[in-house]
C-alpha cells in the first residue's frame, strides 16, 4: 500500500474525494467512487466481488490493483466473566522479509451498546511504567484502513452494528494524529457506518500541541485524558511522556480544549498502590480539578506480568473516591470488562510476532 513496486492500493484509507480521483485518475466515472466507498464504508465489503453494482470488468481491476482487506484475525478469545471479546489481528500490509506486525482489538457489550476499543498503533512509544503495551516499544503507526477494519471486522463477525468506539488500545492516538483526524471523519461519516461523535473517545498521554490542533477540529468527540498524578513528579515517575509535556501545560491545554469543542474532558486515574493513592494524593487530584467541568474516572491498575504494580485495598479506593466526591468532582470508578482475557486497560500487548507467525504459518 503506497510502497514498493507492486504494493496494492490502499483504497479504503481513501475519503470520497480521495477516492473520485482515485477512479478518474484510471478513466472511470466519478460516480464509481461514491458506490465503491458505499460498498467499503457501509455493506463493509473486503473483497471486490462482492461490489455488485460494478461492472465485472471493474471489479477484476479493482481486485488486481487494490487491497481491500487490510486484517487477518489470527485469535478471538471471549471472557468468561462478561462475553468481552479481545481479537488479535495480523496486519496484512507487510514488508517483503519483514516479521508480522499484531494489533488487538476488544468489543464490549454494554446496555447502551457495543463499544470497540480499538489499537492506533502497533506497540507504542510512550512507555508509561504500567502498562503491557509500553513493553517493546513501537512497531508503526496504523493506517486508516487498519484502524477502520477493526470496528468492520468485529461488526462483520457478530453480524450486529457498533455503537460506540473508543481509541484506547495499544498505541497513542496523538502520536498517529494525521491518520486519527481522518479516522474519526470517516467512522462518523454518514455515508459510512455513522457512529455519531458523540459515541467515541479518545485518549491520550498528553502530547500538548496535538490537543490543541484537535480542539481546532470541534469535533464533539469526547477527549480522555491520561492523568495518574496530580504532581509533576509523581507523573513523570510513571509516565515518561511527562518529561516532555509538563503537568501544568497538559492541564492548560485541556482548558483550552473545552473552552473550544464544549465538550467536558475525562480525566483517567489509574489506582497504583502505593505509588499515587494515598489521602495526600487525593486531596491534590482534587485540587486540580476543583472547579472544572469535568469527568474523572478511577482505574484500579490492572495486573501486568513484567510489573509489580497493585491495586489499592476496595475501602482505599472507596476513601479515595469520597475524597475527590467533597471537591464535587464528578468522579467514577471504572469496571474492568475482560480482565481474564488481558482485555483490560493496560493489558493489551505487542505479542511475540515471529512465534505466532510461525504458529499459524503466516510468513
Ligand atoms: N495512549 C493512550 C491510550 C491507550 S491506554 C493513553 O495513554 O491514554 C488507555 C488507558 O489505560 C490510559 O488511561 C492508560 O494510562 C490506562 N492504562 C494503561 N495501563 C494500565 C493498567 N495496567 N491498568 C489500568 N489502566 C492502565
Same mark, same amino acid.
Given at each position: 500500500?503506497?510502497?514498493?513496486? &507492486?504494493?496494492?492500493?490502499?483504497?479504503?484509507?481513501?475519503?470520497? +474525494?480521495?477516492?473520485?480521483?482515485?477512479?478518474?485518475? @484510471?478513466?472511470?466515472?466519478?460516480?464509481?467512487?461514491?458506490?465503491?466507498?458505499?460498498?467499503?464504508?457501509?455493506?463493509?465489503?473486503?473483497?471486490?466481488?462482492?461490489?455488485?453494482?460494478?461492472?465485472?470488468?471493474?471489479?477484476?481491476?479493482?481486485? %488486481?490493483?487494490?487491497?481491500?482487506?487490510?486484517?487477518?484475525?489470527?485469535?478471538?478469545?471471549?471472557?468468561?466473566?462478561?462475553?468481552?471479546?479481545?481479537?488479535?489481528?495480523?496486519?496484512?500490509?507487510? +514488508?517483503?522479509?519483514?516479521?508480522?506486525?499484531?494489533?488487538?482489538?476488544?468489543?464490549?457489550?454494554?446496555?447502551?451498546? &457495543?463499544?470497540?476499543?480499538?489499537?492506533?498503533?502497533?506497540?507504542? %512509544?510512550?512507555?508509561?511504567?504500567?502498562?503491557?503495551?509500553?513493553?517493546?516499544?513501537? =512497531?508503526?503507526?496504523?493506517?486508516?484502513? +487498519?484502524?477502520?477494519?477493526?470496528? #468492520?471486522?468485529?461488526?462483520?463477525?457478530?453480524?450486529?452494528?457498533?455503537?460506540?468506539?473508543?481509541?484506547?488500545?495499544?498505541?497513542?492516538?496523538?502520536?498517529?494524529?494525521? *491518520?486519527?483526524?481522518?479516522?474519526?471523519?470517516? /467512522? =462518523?461519516?454518514?455515508?459510512?457506518?455513522?457512529?455519531?461523535? %458523540?459515541?467515541?473517545?479518545?485518549?491520550?498521554?498528553? @502530547?500538548?500541541?496535538? /490537543?490543541?490542533?484537535?480542539? +481546532?477540529?470541534?469535533?464533539?468527540?469526547?477527549?480522555?485524558?491520561?492523568?495518574?498524578?496530580?504532581?509533576?513528579?509523581?507523573?513523570? =515517575?510513571?509516565?515518561?511522556?511527562?518529561?516532555?509535556?509538563?503537568?501544568?501545560?497538559?492541564?492548560?491545554?485541556?482548558?483550552?480544549?473545552?473552552?473550544?469543542?464544549?465538550?467536558? /474532558?475525562? #480525566?483517567?486515574?489509574?489506582?497504583?498502590?502505593?505509588? &499515587?493513592?494515598?489521602?495526600?494524593?487525593?486531596?491534590?487530584?482534587?485540587?486540580?480539578?476543583?472547579?472544572? *467541568?469535568?469527568?474523572?474516572?478511577?482505574?484500579?491498575? *490492572?495486573?501486568?506480568?513484567?510489573?509489580?504494580?497493585?491495586?489499592?485495598?476496595?475501602?482505599?479506593?472507596?476513601?479515595?473516591?469520597?475524597?475527590?466526591?467533597?471537591?464535587? !468532582?464528578?468522579?467514577? !470508578?471504572?469496571?474492568?470488562?475482560?480482565?481474564? !482475557?488481558?482485555?483490560?486497560?493496560?493489558?493489551?500487548?505487542?505479542?511475540?510476532?515471529?512465534? @505466532?507467525?510461525?504458529? %499459524?504459518?503466516?510468513?
Amino acid at each position: 500500500m503506497g510502497q514498493g513496486e &507492486n504494493a496494492k492500493v490502499d483504497l479504503t484509507s481513501m475519503n470520497i +474525494e480521495e477516492l473520485t480521483g482515485y477512479f478518474t485518475g @484510471i478513466g472511470e466515472k466519478a460516480f464509481r467512487a461514491k458506490q465503491v466507498y458505499q460498498w467499503l464504508h457501509q455493506k463493509l465489503a473486503t473483497d471486490s466481488g462482492e461490489m455488485t453494482s460494478l461492472p465485472v470488468d471493474l471489479r477484476e481491476r479493482i481486485g %488486481r490493483q487494490c487491497q481491500l482487506d487490510t486484517l487477518k484475525q489470527v485469535e478471538c478469545q471471549v471472557s468468561k466473566q462478561d462475553g468481552t471479546r479481545k481479537y488479535l489481528f495480523a496486519l496484512l500490509n507487510k +514488508e517483503p522479509n519483514a516479521a508480522a506486525y499484531f494489533i488487538e482489538s476488544v468489543l464490549m457489550k454494554y446496555k447502551f451498546g &457495543n463499544s470497540v476499543c480499538i489499537s492506533s498503533q502497533a506497540g507504542c %512509544r510512550m512507555g508509561c511504567k504500567f502498562c503491557a503495551s509500553a513493553i517493546g516499544g513501537l =512497531s508503526r503507526s496504523l493506517h486508516v484502513s +487498519e484502524m477502520l477494519g477493526q470496528v #468492520y471486522h468485529i461488526s462483520r463477525d457478530i453480524g450486529e452494528r457498533i455503537s460506540h468506539v473508543v481509541v484506547m488500545g495499544t498505541g497513542e492516538p496523538l502520536d498517529n494524529y494525521e *491518520n486519527l483526524i481522518k479516522f474519526i471523519e470517516m /467512522i =462518523s461519516d454518514e455515508k459510512g457506518l455513522n457512529i455519531s461523535q %458523540r459515541n467515541i473517545t479518545v485518549s491520550t498521554c498528553g @502530547i500538548v500541541p496535538n /490537543i490543541y490542533r484537535l480542539a +481546532e477540529k470541534k469535533f464533539q468527540i469526547t477527549l480522555a485524558l491520561s492523568l495518574h498524578a496530580a504532581s509533576q513528579e509523581t507523573r513523570l =515517575s510513571l509516565m515518561p511522556v511527562a518529561q516532555k509535556y509538563k503537568l501544568p501545560d497538559v492541564m492548560k491545554a485541556c482548558d483550552a480544549y473545552f473552552a473550544k469543542t464544549g465538550r467536558r /474532558i475525562t #480525566y483517567e486515574y489509574s489506582l497504583v498502590h502505593g505509588q &499515587n493513592d494515598t489521602k495526600e494524593d487525593a486531596a491534590k487530584l482534587g485540587a486540580l480539578l476543583k472547579g472544572k *467541568n469535568c469527568h474523572l474516572n478511577l482505574i484500579p491498575v *490492572n495486573p501486568v506480568r513484567e510489573r509489580s504494580y497493585k491495586q489499592p485495598g476496595a475501602s482505599d479506593m472507596a476513601a479515595f473516591k469520597k475524597e475527590l466526591e467533597k471537591n464535587g !468532582i464528578n468522579v467514577t !470508578i471504572r469496571r474492568e470488562l475482560g480482565r481474564d !482475557i488481558d482485555g483490560a486497560c493496560g493489558q493489551l500487548r505487542k505479542r511475540y510476532s515471529k512465534a @505466532i507467525s510461525a504458529a %499459524r504459518g503466516l510468513d
